[in-house]
C-alpha cells in the first residue's frame, strides 16, 4: 500500500477548532475571488453610462478580468509551488485590495479597466495558492474531500452570488460598492492568515521553468481573446483567427518545452495522467456550461420579460442556493459511488435540468420552471465540480500539489471566459432573443450530456 493511501485510510475524519478556522479563511478567499468574475456583469450598462464606455466597449470589463486571471493562473500555481503558498496567498490579496481600491474610485474607462486587470491577476496568484494550501492542510480522505467540496460549492456558487450581490448593490448603492466591498475583506485575510495557516511549498529545489512559463501563460492569453474576439465579431474575424492560430503554435511548443526541460513547469507523466486530464476535462465543460447558462437566464430575464438588475439577481439566487446544496451533499455522494460516477451523475443531472430551460416563452407563465430546472442544474453542477475537484488533485504528492490546483483553477477560469462568449455567439445568431436563447440552451446541454458520457469512458474507476 502506499504512502498516500495509508495517510487516506488512517486520516481523522474530524476537523479540528482549527482547521475549522483554516477552512474558513481559505475558502472565504476563494468566495470573493469567484464573486470578482461576474459581479459586475448584471450592472455592465450602468458603469458604462457612468464612465463613458461605448456599448462596443462594454466587454472590455468582463475580458479585462478575465485575460490575466485566465492566462496566467498555471504559471502562478507553479510559483506558489516554489516561492511559498502562504506567501502568494498574501501577494494576491494585497494586489486585489489595490485593484479593488483603483476600480472603486475610477473617474475614467482606462482607470477602471487598470483595476479590473489588476483583481484578474490577483485571481491568478490567490486561487491556486489558496486551494494548494486547503489540499496540503488536509490529509487526503474524508476531511479533504470534505473541504474540496465545499470549496467546490464556493467557487462555483460565487459565480452566481456574484451576479446576485451585483444587482443588488447596483440598485440600492452604487455600482462602485462592487469593487470596495472586497477592500475591507482583503485586509481581515491579510491580518488573519500569517498567525492561522503555516507555509508550505515544494522542496524538491526545482527552479521555475522560464520558456514554459512564457509559452504557456502566451497561449492561454491568445486563445482567451481569439474566442472572446470572435464570441463579438463572429468566427471569420481575421483579429479572432490570428490570435487563434498564435495560440496552437505557443500551446504545441509549450509541450515540446515541456519534453525537454529538466524542471518542466507542467510535468507531462502529471498531465497525462487520467484522473488529471479527464478530470480536468469534465470540470472544464461543468463550469464551461453552468456559468454560461447564468448569462443566458440573464439575457433572457433581463431582455424577454423585461426585469431589473436587482429582480434578475434575485431570481437566479435559486441557482445558488441549489449549487450550495451540491457542494454540502456531493463528498459523501462521491464517497459512496466514487469520482467517475459522481462527475458522470453530476453532469448528465445538470443537462437534463438545462433541457427543461426549453419550455421557456414570451410571457412570465414559466417562471416556475425556470426556478425549479437552475436549482436542480446548480445541484448538479456542484456534484460534477466536487468530483472534478477531488480527481484531478488525488494521488499526487504534496510538492505536485500547487501544479495539480493550479491546472484545475486554469481549467475554471478558462472554462468560465470561455463559456459566455460562445455561447453567446450561438445567441445572437438569431434573429429574436428567445430564439437564441433556446438555440443556445440546446447546445449547452448537449455539451454537458457529451462531457458526461467522455469522462465516463474514459476516467477509470475510482
Sequence with gaps: MSVLTSAAVTAPERMSPRHKLILTLLLGAQFMLAIDFSILNVALPVVGRGLGFGLDQLQWIATAFALPAAGFTLLFGRVADLAGRRRMLLAGMALLAAGSLVGGLAASPAMLLTGRVLQGLATAIATPAALSLLTTSFPEGPLRTRALGLSGALM??????????????????????????????????????????????????????????????????????????????????????????????????????????????????????????????????????????????????????????????????????????????????????????????????????????????????????????????GFGNLVAIVAFMGTATSGLPDGEQGLATGLATMTQQVAITLGIPVMSAVATAHASVLGGVHAATLVNALIAVAGGALAGLFLRRS
Excluded at 485575510?189 to 511549498?201: D, K, N, Y
Excluded at 492561454?220 to 490570435?243: E, K, Q, S
Design 156 to 377: 462555483s456558487a460565487g459565480f452566481t452570488v456574484g451576479a446576485v450581490l451585483g444587482g443588488v448593490l447596483t440598485d440600492l448603492l452604487s455600482w462602485r460598492w462592487a469593487f470596495l466591498i472586497n477592500v475591507p475583506v482583503a485586509v481581515l485575510i491579510l491580518a488573519v492568515t500569517p498567525s492561522l495557516v503555516a507555509e508550505s511549498r515544494a522542496r524538491d529545489g526545482a527552479r521555475l521553468d522560464v520558456p514554459g512559463a512564457v509559452t504557456v501563460t502566451g497561449g492561454l492569453l491568445a486563445l482567451v481573446y481569439g474566442i472572446t474576439t470572435a464570441g463579438r465579431h463572429g468566427w471569420g474575424d481575421p483579429v479572432a483567427l490570428a490570435a487563434l492560430a498564435a495560440a496552437v503554435v505557443l500551446l504545441v511548443a509549450f509541450v515540446l518545452v515541456e519534453r525537454r526541460s529538466p524542471a518542466p513547469l507542467a510535468p507531462l507523466n502529471v498531465l497525462t495522467r487520467r484522473s488529471v486530464s479527464w478530470g480536468n476535462a469534465g470540470g472544464f465543460v461543468a463550469f464551461a456550461t453552468e456559468t454560461s447558462l447564468v448569462f443566458l437566464m440573464t439575457l433572457y430575464l433581463q431582455q424577454v420579460l423585461g426585469f431589473s438588475p436587482l429582480a434578475t439577481g434575485l431570481a437566479l439566487g435559486v441557482l445558488g442556493a441549489g449549487t450550495f446544496a451540491g457542494g454540502v451533499a456531493a463528498p459523501r455522494i462521491m464517497g459512496r459511488f466514487g469520482g467517475r460516477a459522481t462527475l458522470v451523475g453530476g453532469l448528465v443531472l445538470q443537462a437534463a435540468a438545462t433541457a427543461a430551460l426549453l419550455g421557456l416563452g414570451a410571457d412570465r407563465s414559466a417562471l416556475p420552471l425556470l426556478l425549479a430546472a437552475t436549482a436542480i442544474g
